[in-house]
T-cell receptor, first 115, second 114 residues
């Protein structure tokens, strides 16, 4: 079945340093989504990427979708303590990419930011 | 209203108890989901409802019984659970519209089975 691998599992940074998490799918994805889960909280949808090679920015966060639509990355510039949490990528489990159904989540990257 | 509301937030139940988790959304989303999440792990899909009909059951044990009374409500009935069922139970919803794929998660019910 489809697998979504995410690395690293953990990342500790000093405040102000950059951070990147990478996501790789075993199959081509129709779209990829990113979620953030604060400690003790619930996943919050950040963004979706649909087009090959797509790059989207949200303030200090930059999201990329690979040309082959099998990989993605999230880069945070100049981390802040408010960035602490677990970042998950997720892609539809079915090749048809219907707008509902099973999402395959990456294992997540737990980000710790030291002030 | 852009939220998914889940109740209760915390639940402790014995292995012989029957309880229900509730989920409500008023965003007009026609797909609703139950996920289970263990600490430091990603959410695992349990059930999907689309247009109030059960469309996916991820081989969940029958001690978990979902119900979708209408397009805004989703319940998860619990009976004879095991301690290993202790987890965060998340409800989510999404649009059934091409191009809008993101899920809105509720804040979850933290369940402890004793």
């Amino acid at each position: 079945g489809q697998q979504v691998m995410q690395i690293p599992q953990y990342q500790h940074v000093q405040e102000g340093e950059d951070f990147t998490t990478y996501c790789n799918s075993s199959t081509t994805l129709s779209n990829i989504q990113w979620y953030k889960q604060r400690p003790g909280g619930h996943p919050v949808f950040l963004i979706q990427l649909v087009k090959s090679g797509e790059v989207k920015k949200q303030k200090r966060l930059t999201f990329q979708f690979g040309e082959a639509k099998k990989n993605s990355s999230l880069h945070i510039t100049a981390t802040q303590t408010t960035d602490v949490g677990t970042y998950f990528c997720a892609g539809p489990a079915n090749a048809g990419g219907t707008s509902y159904g099973k999402l395959t989540f990456g294992q997540g990257t737990i980000l710790t930011v030291h002030p | 209203d852009t939220e998914v509301t889940q109740t209760p937030k915390h639940l402790v139940m014995g292995m012989t108890n029957k309880k229900s988790l509730k989920c409500e959304q008023h965003m007009g989303h026609r797909a609703m989901y139950w996920y289970k999440q263990k600490a430091k792990k990603p959410p695992e899909l349990m059930f999907v409802y689309s247009y109030e009909k059960l469309s996916i059951n991820e081989s969940v044990p029958s001690r978990f019984s979902p119900e979708c009374p209408n397009s805004s409500l989703l319940n998860l009935h619990l009976h004879a659970l095991q301690p290993e069922d202790s987890a965060l139970y998340l409800c989510a919803s999404s649009q059934l519209t091409t191009g809008h794929y993101g899920y809105t998660f509720g804040s979850g019910t933290r369940l402890t089975v004793v």
